[in-house]
């Protein structure tokens, strides 16, 4: 959850989506799109002679972010919090799945993974990484931070073969289980300092880990702490009138009633591994129902000027919908369904084709009438968007 962050996506796309099927790798250039985004991100935002990036480009002195659980207290020198740096491991995982080209694989050990590090907190126990470096002294340390890396490890894992990769997932789900009680009957707290509330987006994808690392080592532990923390997700921060899902409760019982698109995402793909690994078509049903909400509620229907008809996406932040996307993809691979795949792809190709900035870079802001050009260009931006376009470039019919 980052309540503070406003960013907003609303793009054009070329065809209606409904009638046309998804495309193949052959079909686009979205891993084109992707390694050349990719390349840009580090050479505007890579610190020079050092594996950190910045939060911006241009680069901001002095800038406060509004993502954290308090004030943001860094001033002097400050480089990226791991919100943003962790996207980048996403975003590397996804163009080395696209292409298998271990320069991706060479890219996570002598630039990600070793500028991750120094976020690491191997003092307060369970060890696990802190919201911003750690050679700063301590900060918070946030689950749902955390588990977007354990995922990722996960992932490098399954493409590389690593052993230290999964140890290091399953050492992130320790702290996971270490951010769980009785309190409100379950459930993850969203900071480890701040235990006011238990959040949609420290739970979903918390059951989301523990599935896929259920498929991996058939630990049933895994299993039924990502059933025990889907339940407990869908009992407590679902909407039932729409079926998407609120932000957070609060310890007196009181609902954030935010949505996100990240969070209705991850719960559809945590309903969709819960089919797979069980053939009970409730939770098919959940992903499906899910699916639809989601888009009519982060898609809408466009018209250009000349009267042509499209299906884009809502405003948004680009990296939720990234997220997002990953519930999406989930669903394809059980349902075969290609309608709501085309509308990212047909959205994103409209994207790419319209994009003003001579850098390469994306606006945090980006609409079809308009574009705006914003002064200071934000790092998980542009991580989210490699990584929608490898992840789509790998979706065949």
Not at 107 to 128: A, E, M, N
Not at 380 to 391: K, N
């Amino acid at each position: 959850m980052r309540t503070a962050i406003c960013l907003f996506f609303v793009v054009g796309v070329l065809l209606q989506s409904c009638s046309y099927p998804v495309r193949s790798v052959s079909d686009n250039q979205f891993t084109e799109y992707a390694g050349q985004l990719l390349d840009s991100t580090i050479k505007y935002y890579k610190i020079q002679e050092q594996c950190l990036f910045n939060e911006n480009y241009p680069k901001q002195e002095n800038e406060l972010v509004t993502y954290l659980a308090d004030n943001d207290t860094v001033r002097k020198d400050k480089v990226a919090y791991l919100w943003p740096t962790s996207g980048l491991f996403s975003a590397v995982n996804a163009l080395l799945k696209a292409t298998g080209d271990k320069k991706y694989g060479k890219l996570l050990d002598s630039i990600i993974l070793p500028g991750l590090s120094q976020y690491y907190d191997t003092v307060r126990k369970p060890f696990c990484y802190q919201s911003y470096l750690f050679e700063a002294g301590y900060s918070d340390r946030f689950y749902d931070d955390n588990i977007w890396l354990g995922l990722d490890f996960l992932e490098a894992y399954q493409l590389t073969g690593r052993k230290e990769y999964l140890d290091s997932s399953k050492n992130i789900w320790k702290f996971l289980e270490s951010g769980c009680d009785s309190v409100l009957g379950g459930g993850i707290y969203w900071c480890e300092q701040k235990k006011f509330s238990k959040n949609t987006c420290s739970n979903a994808p918390a059951s989301v880990l523990a599935l896929k690392l259920y498929q991996t080592t058939r630990d049933e532990a895994y299993l039924q702490a990502g059933k025990d923390l889907y339940h407990w997700t869908q009992e407590n921060l679902q909407d039932t009138v729409d079926y998407l899902y609120f932000d957070n409760k609060k310890l007196d019982g009181t609902i954030g009633k935010t949505k996100y698109q990240y969070n209705s995402g991850q719960m559809m793909q945590a309903a969709a591994l819960m089919y797979g690994l069980t053939s009970d078509n409730r939770y098919l049903t959940d992903a499906q129902n899910l699916a639809k909400a989601c888009s009519d509620r982060f898609f809408e229907d466009f018209a250009t000027l000349d009267g042509t008809a499209f299906r884009v996406l809502k405003n948004g932040n680009i990296w939720f919908v990234a997220i997002m996307l990953r519930g999406f993809e989930e669903l394809y691979k059980i349902d075969q369904n290609p309608q709501y795949l085309n509308d990212f792809k047909n959205t994103l190709s409209y994207l790419w084709t319209h994009n003003p900035n001579d850098n390469g870079l994306f606006e945090d802001e980006q609409f079809v009438k308009e574009s705006r050009k914003k002064t200071y260009k934000w790092l998980l931006t542009q991580a989210a968007l490699v990584e929608m376009y490898a992840r789509l470039s790998t979706l065949k019919q």
